[in-house]
Each structure stands twice: as structure tokens, then as C-alpha cells.
């Protein structure tokens, strides 16, 4: 990875509000990198690291990878294939283990091993492979008792580049944004005739806590849309 420069965006804009961070947070590039020369990109199933006891449902694949494609189809400029054909590849190649190790290996060393992806590539026309990982997944929920407080939501994710020929990195780029509820009014409580404590105050009329944590596809989107606008356009570089 020595061919490999980082260039990693740590200015902050200041304002009456405070400091606002600058997103994504980071973009990395090899400096010979083209996207001008890219051709066919293969877009694998989303990876997640997020541990089974944050996300045991794997909202985190579902949700970023249904986000990716969307955001991705606006795209113009490049040619990508949809991770259903990165399945197809796998199982006409019979790769399903190999994929298996390539994903482990992907969490932890960050690294895309060159013979699976000669063997994924197969007669498929394509150039690169872009991988999306997300890293962040958590809900923090305030006590709803405590006046003031105000739950959270966060996402983290990044999305990759490698080359096919080569298994290299060539561009990544890696951001994470949360949202935060109203804070609460510290009254959300109310004793009702038959001796049952409900909570009355603080929901909308659709039937929504807005004091609650905001659900993870409003942040995932704020994150994949800043990582899929950054992905180099043709003609830019």
C-alpha cells in the first residue's frame, strides 16, 4: 500500500453555530489512479462488521445496500453492476466459501486477496470492484425521565475501489454522520385511571416517538449519498 497516498480532509468550518465537520472524512487515492479508465464496476454485497449482538437482524447489509444502489443508479458516468451479478459470479464460479474467507479477511486486514478476484472476474468484462463495509451501527437511547436529554442515532461506512488486475486499492472514501432526537421534556409520563403508567407526551400524529432515536436508513442516507457523490466522476480527475 505504499504507492497509496491519503488525503484526508481535516479542515473545519467555524460558524455562530460551532465547528461543523467536513464529510466524507476521509478520501484516499492512488496517485495513479484514473477514473477516466475505468471500465465495468462490479458492486459487492455490502460487508458489515457490526457485531451480531448491535445489529442481529442485519438491518446494516439491507439497508446500505438497498441505499447504494439507489444513489448509485443516478449515476451517469460509470458502467456498474449490481451485486446480484457479483452473486451469480460466486456461485457459477463456485466461490461461496472463498467468499466466505474473502469477506473475514476484508474486516479484518483491509485487504482484497487477487487470485479469488481472477476467479470471481471469470469472463465478466469488468475493471474494478467497488466494496462497501459499514463499521458504525448504534442507537443511543436517553431516559425519557431525564429533562433535557435527547437520543441518537450513528452510521459509519466506507466505500472502496480495487482493482482487478492488481487486488490494490486505488480509491476509498470513508464517512459517518448521526442525527439526534428532540430533546426531551422531562413530562412524558401519565398515570391513568386504572393504575397504568403510559407515555402520552412527545408522539406525532402518525404515531412516532420524536423522542426516540431516529431510525438508521435517515442517517445510512445522509452517509451513502456524501460517499457516492465523492466517488470520482469521469472527466474530473
Not at 479508465?37 to 458492486?43: D, F, Q
Not at 385511571?193 to 431516529?214: E, K, L
Request: proline share 4%; charged share 30%; net charge negative.
Amino acid at each position: 500500500m505504499k504507492r497509496i497516498i491519503a488525503v484526508t480532509v481535516v479542515a473545519s468550518l467555524f460558524a455562530i453555530a460551532g465547528c461543523k465537520s467536513q464529510h466524507p472524512s476521509k478520501i484516499t487515492v492512488d496517485p495513479e489512479f484514473d477514473a477516466n479508465r475505468l471500465g465495468s464496476i462490479l458492486i459487492a454485497p455490502v460487508v458489515s462488521s457490526v457485531s451480531e449482538g448491535e445489529d442481529p437482524d442485519r438491518e446494516s447489509e439491507r439497508i446500505i445496500n438497498r441505499l447504494l444502489i439507489e444513489l448509485i443508479a443516478e449515476r451517469t458516468d460509470h458502467s456498474f453492476l449490481s451485486p446480484e451479478h457479483f452473486k451469480l459470479a460466486v456461485r457459477k464460479e463456485g466461490l461461496e466459501e472463498a467468499y466466505a474467507d474473502f469477506e473475514s479477511d476484508w474486516i479484518k486486514n483491509h485487504e482484497a486477496d487477487p487470485d479469488f478476484l481472477r476467479r470471481l472476474r471469470g469472463s465478466l468484462d469488468i475493471s474494478a470492484i467497488l466494496i462497501p463495509q459499514v463499521y458504525l451501527w448504534n442507537k443511543d437511547e436517553a431516559d425519557y425521565r431525564e429533562e433535557g436529554t435527547a437520543s441518537s442515532t450513528s452510521v459509519g461506512a466506507t466505500l472502496t475501489l480495487v482493482d482487478f488486475d492488481s487486488g490494490r486499492i486505488v480509491w476509498e472514501a470513508m464517512d459517518e454522520n448521526f442525527k439526534e432526537s428532540v430533546r426531551t421534556e422531562g413530562n412524558r409520563v401519565q398515570v391513568d385511571g386504572g393504575g397504568f403508567v403510559r407515555r402520552v407526551s412527545g408522539v406525532t400524529s402518525t404515531g412516532r416517538d420524536m423522542y426516540a432515536a431516529p431510525p438508521f436508513e435517515d442517517v445510512a442516507l445522509i452517509v451513502m449519498q456524501v460517499l457516492v457523490d465523492a466517488f470520482p466522476q469521469r472527466g474530473a480527475m
